[in-house]
């Protein structure tokens, strides 16, 4: 933990902020706990407000001020209008509820390649907006899609990769939305069937719709199939028949 110089917010003179995060792990429709700590500089500011981004890049992790572009998922106000007088250290405690739409970053304790999540505090003097270093945030899956994906391990699916794509339209209440895909090598046994499969999450506080994509051939359009149901409708379900049941039968019907 690090305290960054807000240099646009008046020089040398300026304050500095860290972030201190109490729960560096957290999942969709959870909450992101921790502190963000202030320290004022040679002279008083007034701070307009304090907001959190939840950030998405693949090179956020390496330097904050990176030229390639991170995406914010989501966006808290951690704290209004305050008055940080010269040399104050001050801390503010924080809850920020994290979207059910947040991509996941790890499967089972085991990162996710190209799937780069953080935090950056965001604190805005008058008209100048100072950004502090980026935290890396781990998002497991929710238990209703870790279900799902435990489905995958046990029918012998190596993980291949995971991709963020942005979707059409924007949520009023959590800006822009991003959809997932998580991509499996297929077992031996279903080799000549497809040559790769997806899943992509789409969950809500009330239900998760599971889109399973395969891709057969370049020849061929891809098989899908959606499901939605409740989370605990998800808990229920044997994932691991149901993908096999799809993989076995559709997708061979519609190749003959």
Known sequence: MNFVRL???GGASAPSVSTFLATPRTQPG???SGEVRLRGGDAGVTIDRICLGLVTSPYAAHEASSPYTIEEISQAQVSGHAVLRP???KVIAFQAAIPWRTPI???GGRHLPGM???VRTEVAIATIMGRSDFDLVAVKPAPSQSRVLQAF???GFPFKSAVLQSSSGKDPNHGPQ???KIKFHPPSHHAGVVHEVGVTFVPSSCDLVVELQAERSRCQRPHTER???SHEEALRTDWPSEIDRWLVTRPGRAGR
């Open 7 to 9: 240099s646009d917010a």
């Open 87 to 89: 040399g104050e250290e």
């Open 116 to 118: 780069v999540l953080g």
């Open 153 to 155: 391990a046990r029918l």
């Open 227 to 229: 499901f939605q149901m």
């Open 105 to 107: 970053s790890e499967i």
């Open 178 to 180: 991003f959809l997932q």
């Open 30 to 32: 959870g909450v992101l």
